[in-house]
Every structure is written in structure tokens, then in C-alpha cells.
DNA sequence: TCAAGAGATTGGTATAGGCCAAATCTGCTA
DNA sequence: TAGCAGATTTGGCCTATACCAATCTCTTGA
């Protein structure tokens, strides 16, 4: 029942105990000496590596070097407004809209909005950033009529206060879909990670009081910072 | 800011479109075959396999080959009973105890549990099941006098039910923290995924009515199957 | 005919090395 | 002294190959 341990694994313990004593922002010794060191490959190092990075623990620059690393974790909490809730952790939460498209839906997309097959909607790519840091790239699909949609966004800056405020779009209740992913290469640019580095995802449908669907948003945030926070108070429920 | 497309990425695409149309079970050209169709090496196209397995859309053995996998997803609702859920699904949820020990507590634990530290905790590893396949590891840690906790868990199933009934624990709040993390070789090993492998994990503390904490629990759901979902009533709330 | 063993196939892991891109350093010139 | 160009360093990506482990298929013997 015990699987082997791959090199790669006692590799990245051994680094573990490396940088173990070292601050944040001190140097690692290069891939190629790690490899020299372990006495293994550079690709077994890199492997290693990788998954530390995962984790928030090093940071990697190419040309430069790879770097001890505090995680820098931001939490979430379900139930509060982001912007607040980042704030009351001594962050500074902000966002860049990226693109907004009207268009055919999506298969996926639509069916979460109850269109029928390539209904059309509005699409708001956004980069949202903490301390001016990108921590995630949410993709919101809108349906209905939305004109002007880019500039109501741009003047007030919340989604859900421009589709308040501009178009009587009130939210009444969400449902959050929590789960993994692996960053494509579009959004390993944007977020600043590797592609193929694990990300949190969250696929977000929310309705209107009258039951409607009114957003529905995939946001992928990235693994080595974001925590999202559900607090529930009990009934017997046993999710683990 | 479009980041540059490794090959192993295009080479994923290019397997999607090949399955696309298949059939789950249907078998896939192996990696050697995968490798001289797109021209490329072995070791890239086991890169762009690997983030399929990682979305539960392939799935691959040793010796046998690879084949087309429809995502077996699992969703638990926060508020709700794990295996009440499950079974709504129409699901068979079980699980097995793996071990339980009583030692002292790792820092992150007695920290969790409000612990002075090396404090002692009952630790009861648990192996969760649906429709006879692992889904997640849990490793829950335990303060204060839990005597024949074994047998006690082994009589009910229900770790909480064992805390009510057994030791008059009754959980009052609990909050989860989800984040992503790799597999290590001994996860990989009780859960059948590849070390490293996307996984959800869920780290949960819970307190009794009196704000005590009870329970610190840390599970690692398989990425490509397991949903995390929550829902909200709306307050503006805009977690993405 | 069935079971066990051998061989073939296929995924899993690792090595050695090459080449490219980003960042930094060094040296030269204005 | 500052800026620019070139060289160097370091991470990022890929190739070719070897070997191992798990599974499947075929063959042989009882």
C-alpha cells in the first residue's frame, strides 16, 4: 500500500531542510548545483522544485535564480464582500478589466445560464490583484441586454454594483463550485505562474430573486496563495 | 502578456480533439505511438497526458495503456451531510480506518487545536470511499481523553457521531480552509493517484459550543474527482 | 483444459545534454 | 558617471535514451 517515493520527492525533502533556516529573499544555490549536489539530474531538481513552487515556498526567476519564499496567502471568506474582506487583512484589493466581448456562449456556459445552445453573452475578462500582485483572472459570462457595458464596469469598478446600479441586476443567491486546475498558458502569463502550475478554481452561478440565472464566472486563482474560507455552524454536517 | 504556448500544451490540445469523439474505456494510442504521430518526444507528450489524467479526462496504467475517461465527479455541499449528499447522488459513500495513534501534535496541528506545543493528540487516518473507490484521505486530529477511540469510530462509522455519543463532543462551528496541494507518495499510494497529482484539500477546525476546538482535520480530496461546493444567500458578496 | 511461467507491451521514472529566453553583470564609450 | 551593448548566468523547455514495474498475451506442462 506504500508507494515509492520518486527521486524527485526525497529531492524536494532535501530542499526543505536546505532552506529550512533561511529568510525570505535569500538565494537557493542554482538548479544545475542542486543537481551536482544531489547527485541527480537537473530535470529530478527541477521536478522538485516545481512542487515547492507550487506551494509558494520558492520563487523561480529565470536568469536570475531561484529564491527562499514566504507563502504570501490571502483567505477568502465565502460569505463577505472580497473587496472587504481583503481589506480587513491589511490588503489592497484591485482589478483590471482585460476584455469584454459579446458573443455566442459556450457550451459549458451556456447551459450553467439556461440558454439555449450559443445564446448570447456578455463576456468581462478581469485580473484581480492584491498589493498590486495578480492573484487571479475571472472570466464573468452575463446574459440579457448590457449596453455600454465596459464603461458602467470602468466608473465604478464592482461587477455586482454596475449590474445593480446600471441595469436593476440584483444577485440573490450563488452557488460556488470549488475545485483544481492546471493553469493554461494564457493564464500563466496573466497570473505570473508556470503553466501547468495548479490553480484553485471557482466556477460561480448566481441567480436573481426570481430565480433567474444572472452571472455565471470561472475564476482561477493561484494555488500557491489563495485559501478559500467556508465557515458553516453545524448540523451533523461531516464533509471529511 | 500572451505568454508563449510550451509544445507539451499544444500537444495536449491536439490529444483533446483525437478523443473528443471517443467513447470512455476506449483505448488511446500509446505514448510511444502519441509521441511519433505529433512528432515530438515521449517525455512531452507524458506531460500533456499527465494534465488530462489531472482533469480525470484520461485515464492511464501501467502496462495496460491509456485510455478515454469521463470525468467521475463527486460534489459535497458545504452544509450538508458528506454521506447524506453522496447518497442523494445516488452514491455509496464508506470508508475504512487506516490508523489511529496518539502522539504529540506537529506544530500546525497544536497551533490549529490551541495547543501549547508537542501537546497530545488522538490522530485517526481514514480512508474515504465512493462506490468502492478512494476519493480522499483525512487525517483527523483529536484533543483531550478519547479512550478505545478505535473501537468506539469502528462500532459507529461517523467520527462525529463517535464524538457525541462516546465522549459528549458535540461540534457547534467549523471552518474550512480549501486550498490546493500536490499528492506525496504515501497519498498517491492509498488514493491511487501519481505523486504530485492536483489535489483539493480541505483543512477543517472545528470548535464545540463553548469555542473549544475539537477537531482539526486535514483532507486531500483526487482533483480530477472531487467538487467542493458552497452556496450563498446574497449580501454583495463578490468572492470573485 | 487450465494454470503457471516466460516474453512482450506499455506506462513510470530518471539521466544527459542541447538550446532558448530572461535577468544580471561587465566593460566600453560618450 | 551614466548609458548601452555584449557576455554570462540561470531558469525554461525539449529531445533521445535507458531502465524499471505493471499488465497482458502466448506457450508449455500437468
Redesign the pocket.
Known amino acids: 500500500m506504500e508507494?515509492?517515493?520518486?527521486?524527485?520527492?526525497?529531492v524536494m525533502e532535501q530542499i526543505v531542510e536546505l532552506i529550512a533556516e533561511q529568510e525570505p529573499g535569500s538565494?537557493?544555490?542554482?538548479?544545475?548545483?542542486?543537481?551536482a549536489r544531489f547527485?541527480?539530474?537537473?530535470?529530478?531538481?527541477?521536478?522538485a522544485?516545481?512542487a515547492l513552487?507550487a506551494d509558494g515556498r520558492i520563487a523561480?526567476?529565470?536568469?536570475?535564480?531561484?529564491f527562499v519564499a514566504e507563502p504570501d496567502r490571502v483567505y477568502v471568506h465565502q460569505m463577505t464582500s472580497y473587496s472587504e474582506d481583503l481589506r480587513s487583512q491589511g490588503r489592497q484589493p484591485s482589478s483590471r478589466i482585460l476584455e469584454v466581448t459579446h458573443g455566442r456562449a459556450l457550451p459549458d456556459v451556456s447551459a450553467a445560464l439556461g440558454l439555449e445552445p450559443g445564446g448570447r453573452v456578455h463576456r468581462v475578462e478581469r485580473l484581480r490583484l492584491v498589493d498590486g500582485e495578480p492573484l487571479a483572472l475571472e472570466v464573468a459570462h452575463l446574459p440579457g441586454r448590457l449596453p455600454r457595458l465596459r464603461a458602467e464596469l470602468e466608473r465604478r469598478g464592482s461587477l455586482y454594483e454596475t449590474l445593480r446600479e446600471a441595469y436593476g441586476v440584483t444577485l440573490a443567491r450563488a452557488e460556488d463550485v470549488v475545485e483544481t486546475g492546471l493553469a493554461s498558458p494564457h493564464e500563466?502569463g496573466v497570473l505570473g505562474v508556470?503553466?501547468?502550475a495548479p490553480m484553485l478554481v471557482i466556477r460561480r452561478t448566481a441567480h436573481d430573486a426570481d430565480g433567474r440565472a444572472v452571472e455565471y464566472t470561472r475564476s482561477v486563482f493561484r494555488g500557491d496563495r489563495f485559501r478559500f474560507v467556508a465557515r458553516s455552524a453545524f448540523d451533523g454536517a461531516e464533509v471529511t
Chains 1, 2 share one sequence.
Open positions: 508507494a515509492r517515493a520518486p527521486k524527485y520527492h526525497l538565494p537557493m544555490p542554482t538548479e544545475r548545483d542542486l543537481a547527485a541527480t539530474s537537473r530535470t529530478t531538481v527541477r521536478q522544485l516545481a513552487a523561480r526567476t529565470q536568469g536570475s535564480g531561484t500563466a508556470d503553466t501547468g
